[in-house]
């Protein structure tokens, strides 16, 4: 998967004495510029969490510029805080105890702070406004009426894969991703950002490297306070290997805990909260967690029946050998099988998506 890479923050000391930091995070155009709106701060912050909050405060505002004391190292501030990796640019500088940052804000971020703040929509482009519209109107379609944030992240996490076609050279933005129906990983997992947090479910956008490139997927936070990844690229038909018939059908990557996350991504996990819990979330809920190729064949056979030509579950533990012979008799005994083909886990477990035809 080929992703044009971001920029890590990239330090300068100037002659005056000042530190100016810029970090640029996967922005291929500038965003408009707006109107200067400088905040004076007197806040002192001692922490990277008090840090974020502070940040997050002045984005929902659109402030561009702020003011704050902080005795540390702003660079470590910065390293450790999960804004960097949401913010189309940001420079911090810093001189006699008070520190100065300026923020050029992504349109996703402009667009959640339009829709918070309805005052705030008359300093969006048209095309912005247009993009929140349509933000607006997938929340309320994708929410099930009783609320259930499980079955509301399924149901983001499908649209996005179904609806919006994976381009690796395409837009970073979610916005024109919302109106033009295709763009990169970053413009899938800002997509993703957007619609939970307008729904007032926590989420998070990581920045890494999966496939030994650079990669964007989520982290969210479920209602009994766990937080689990979240790759509607990775759990793409087209990125999995499949083709643009395929149907959803691919989970792999739908609320998984840390462990199983590292497998193929890495990530700086500093300024993210732990997912510790072991995951298969998704397969749980559904009931879709095999422990022997039998089980899983037998209800892959009715799922063929119902009209379903994809099935798919978690196998723990997998077995090739085994799960190619169970395939084997399944379709020597069932004449209205001709053949299958499946994409199973590389390790002792994972998931098994098979296809039928």
Not at 44 to 49: H, K, M
Not at 152 to 158: A, E, K, P
Not at 249 to 263: G, T
Not at 298 to 322: I, L, S, V
Request: glycine share 8%; net charge neutral.
């Amino acid at each position: 998967m080929k992703i044009k890479p971001f920029n890590l923050p990239i330090l300068k000391l100037a002659a005056t004495g000042l530190l100016l930091m810029t970090v640029t995070i996967g922005c291929s155009s500038p965003t408009p510029k707006l109107p200067e709106t400088v905040v004076s701060c007197d806040t002192s912050i001692s922490s990277v969490a008090q840090f974020n909050a502070l940040i997050e405060k002045m984005a929902l505002g659109l402030n561009s510029s702020f003011s704050f004391q902080y005795a540390g190292n702003t660079a470590q501030l910065v390293t450790n805080s999960y804004w960097g990796d949401y913010t189309g640019a940001y420079r911090i500088a810093a001189a006699g105890g008070k520190n100065t940052i300026t923020l050029d804000y992504p349109p996703y971020i402009r667009v959640l702070a339009a829709h918070r703040n309805p005052a705030l929509e008359n300093r969006l482009t048209d095309r912005e406004k247009k993009a929140l519209r349509e933000a607006q109107r997938l929340v309320l379609h994708l929410k099930p009426s009783n609320g259930d944030r499980f079955e509301y992240l399924v149901n983001i996490h499908d649209y996005i894969v179904r609806k919006y076609k994976t381009n690796h050279r395409g837009s970073e933005f979610a916005t024109e991703m919302l109106l033009t129906e295709e763009g990169a990983c970053w413009a899938h997992s800002r997509a993703f950002y957007l619609l939970a947090q307008m729904s007032g479910i926590p989420c998070h956008i990581i920045n890494g490297q999966a496939g030994g490139t650079e990669h964007s997927w989520n982290l969210v936070q479920m209602g009994n306070g766990e937080w689990y990844h979240l790759d509607t690229t990775w759990d793409d038909p087209i990125t999995r290997g499949g083709d643009a018939g395929d149907t959803i059908k691919y989970h792999r990557y739908f609320l998984v805990c840390d462990y199983h996350m590292s497998q193929d991504h890495t990530w700086n996990k500093a300024p993210f909260p732990k997912s510790g819990t072991k995951h298969a979330t998704y397969f749980v809920n559904r009931r879709l967690v095999f422990r022997n190729s039998d089980d899983f064949w037998r209800e892959a056979q009715k799922a063929f029946y119902r009209g379903d030509f994809e099935y798919e579950g978690w196998m723990t533990p997998y077995n090739e050998a085994e799960f190619r012979a169970g395939m084997k008799q399944l379709l020597q005994q069932d004449d209205n099988l001709r053949a299958c083909r499946w994409i199973g886990p590389k390790s002792e477990e994972g998931t098994v998506r098979v296809l039928f035809n």
